[in-house]
């Protein structure tokens, strides 16, 4: 066993008699990702949700065609701005659940893009 490997474990060994515990001193160092929010937090941060194909994915927008509205109203077809730095998962021909805010076309998506819904079957 190396200096190191002793150093290591003397500073483990330290913080535990200490009572910080193994998880909280991991998790400083190795933080979990935060989990997605929940659904009622979703749609309260969203001024409308539907369900559409997307149909395009154009540089700054996606084009979706016939979409359903569970809340909130939205048209048939409609345009989504999209972030060039964090895009959406989303390919033309894909089925999304879309958390929109906006009261009109282009929308602007309300979730991250690791919260998206989309339909892995065509």
Known sequence: ???????????GAALLALGLGAAKVWAQFHPLPKPPPPLHARLSASDAVA???IVAV????????????L????????????SPLRPPPYQAGDLAVLFLRGAR?????????R????????
């Open 1 to 11: 066993m190396g200096p190191s490997a002793v150093g290591l474990r003397c500073f």
């Open 58 to 69: 154009e540089p700054g927008r996606l084009l979706v065609h016939d979409a359903t509205g």
């Open 71 to 82: 809340s909130g109203e939205v048209p048939g077809e409609f345009r989504v701005k999209r």
């Open 105 to 113: 076309p282009p929308y602007v998506l309300a979730d991250e893009p």
């Open 115 to 122: 919260e998206m819904l989309r339909s892995p079957d065509p």
């Open 51 to 53: 369900v559409g194909r």
